[in-house]
């Protein structure tokens, strides 16, 4: 692995972030007038220039990149990010402690919107803008944006955006790669703009919020610049409509709208099991929410169908926006937001969790162990939606899983061992895996993760990465094997 043709692109991806703290940088000088310049000017400064140099001091005879320099560039590239993200929270005395303002910038990358900042409202609104454009980047990914402004990295490219892409299997929806990233983007564009547009055009809201809450919702990060989150628009059912819809939209394999709307394929998209079991999670989830609380809560049918499909949305597509203060619903209602905080989205989709497509092939894989204890000589392929599924993917679906429980375990029992009850540790490490945000107890949704310790801080930030890339890309870097030059 050559050390040289990764820094030499962590120095492009590093001029790629400079380049976009521009945005809250003119908002702050040109709009909001907030005082907040320099927070931008300096990691500008930093990184812009910086990361051009580095680029182009170093040179590179070969112009692939290797699987094994893919994982450590996309790894890096994401660490890098967020350490010159976070500059603006502390030059601007938003988050004084470094640790805080690295866990923020992490949680909006990774789009987890977890939180340690305990009075929201009153930042600075180019900082707060900052805040909620970093997990807008992060919900289609860095470098996928990296790959499909710069094409020239050849084979390499496909390293890359296999290393990012959520997923079991990267999907190419073009011959080439770049042109696959720049499909993908272009769809989330659009996505994004319909939901701005609806929102202020349509909903009256201010231009701020409006797109404050396109930021959060598209990447499924949950951030907002309001103390309340959407419970601020709660009487506004047009307002939640379309949130809830477009975070359901968000949770969908984005591949499938491709094919629906470039190929006109529509039964793609209806026809495919796994969005088949999204969507059928979601109804009966939301049900059972509604009915219990309607039964226990004491709430009017309607305002429990309304708080029940915004917040089952919301926790299935990994958003983290709330409505109400859903840790002070009945215990089935909490349970099933936990479960949903696992299991996650679908596949290809910005959202996070375990995803549905692996939870769906884990189930069949049980099920044909259990076949095979009374009938040995069974041979029973794996199927998904009538396609055979390799039993090299089905291998790497079921150890990813096991890496997933065992993420949750280990973190459960560290943040224990921080002095968290275990309603807290157990939720707040779902949370952060699983790209939720909020989570129960003195995680809820309208409480903050200021009060964890420092290195609960940190070790919460490595698990949104792994969470984020999957296990395996920054796992692969903690292998001593991988670090052998050849």
Same mark, same amino acid.
């Given at each position: ?281 979601? #109804?009966? =989830? +939301?049900? $059972?929410? @509604?009915?219990?609380? %309607? ?5 009017? /049918? &309607? ?121 807290? #540790?157990? =939720? +707040?490490? $779902?949370? @952060?895996?699983?790209? %939720? ?5 003195? /995680? &809820? ?42």
């Amino acid at each position: 692995m050559s050390i040289r043709i990764v820094l030499k692109y962590l120095g492009l991806v590093l001029a790629i972030v400079g380049a976009l703290l521009s945005f809250p940088l003119f908002w702050s000088v040109a709009i909001a007038h907030d005082g907040a310049h320099f927070s931008f000017i300096i990691p500008i400064v930093i990184a812009l220039p910086g990361g051009l140099a580095l680029f182009r001091l170093i040179s590179q005879k070969e112009r692939s990149i290797s699987r094994r320099e893919g994982l450590a560039l996309v790894t890096c590239a994401w660490l890098a990010g967020s350490l010159v993200g976070a500059l603006p929270y502390v030059i601007s005395g938003t988050l004084p402690s470094y640790v805080d303002a690295f866990f923020e910038t992490m949680s909006g990358f990774t789009t987890t919107g977890a939180t340690v900042l305990t009075s929201i409202g009153h930042q600075p609104p180019s900082i707060l803008l900052w805040r909620n454009f970093s997990q807008w980047i992060g919900g289609m990914g860095i470098i996928t944006f990296f790959v499909a402004l710069f094409p020239m990295l050849g084979i390499g490219a496909a390293r890359l955006f296999e290393a990012e892409m959520p997923g079991p299997q990267p999907e190419r929806l073009r011959a080439r790669v770049a042109d696959t990233a720049r499909a993908l983007w272009l769809l989330y564009v659009g996505f994004s703009l319909v939901e701005f547009l609806l929102l202020w055009a349509v909903a009256g809201m201010p231009f701020y919020d409006a797109m404050n809450i396109m930021f959060g919702t598209m990447p499924t990060g949950g951030f907002l610049h309001l103390s309340e989150s959407l419970g601020a628009y709660v009487d506004n059912p047009f307002v939640t409509t379309v949130v809830t819809v477009f975070m359901l939209a968000a949770g969908v394999n984005f591949a499938l709208y491709f094919y629906a709307i470039r190929r006109r394929r529509l039964g793609t998209l209806v026809g495919n099991p796994e969005f088949r079991l999204y969507v059928g999670i979601f #109804a009966v =989830s +939301a049900g $059972a929410v @509604t009915l219990d609380l %309607v039964r226990r809560a004491g709430m009017s /049918v &309607g305002e429990a169908l309304q708080h029940a499909t915004f917040q089952v949305a919301s926790i299935q597509t990994t958003t983290g926006f709330a409505t109400a203060d859903f840790d002070l619903w009945p215990s089935l209602s909490r349970g099933l937001l936990v479960v949903l905080m696992v299991i996650g989205a679908s596949a290809g989709s910005t959202g996070g969790g375990l995803k549905v497509v692996r939870l769906l092939v884990v189930f069949k894989y049980a099920f044909r162990q259990v076949v095979a204890a009374f009938s040995p000589r069974s041979v029973m392929p794996m199927k998904i939606g009538g396609e055979t599924v390799a039993e090299q993917t089905v291998s790497a679906i079921a150890g990813l899983a096991l890496l997933y429980a065992l993420a949750l375990v280990g973190g459960f029992l560290f943040m224990s061992a921080l002095g968290l009850d275990a309603v807290t #540790a157990f =939720s +707040a490490v $779902a949370a @952060t895996v699983g790209n %939720v945000g909020p989570g129960l107890g003195a /995680v &809820g949704p309208v409480q903050h993760y200021a009060f964890i310790p420092g290195v609960g801080k940190i070790a919460l930030s490595f698990l949104m990465l792994v969470g984020r890339l999957e296990f395996v890309t920054v796992m692969a870097l903690v292998s001593w094997s991988f670090w052998r030059w050849r």
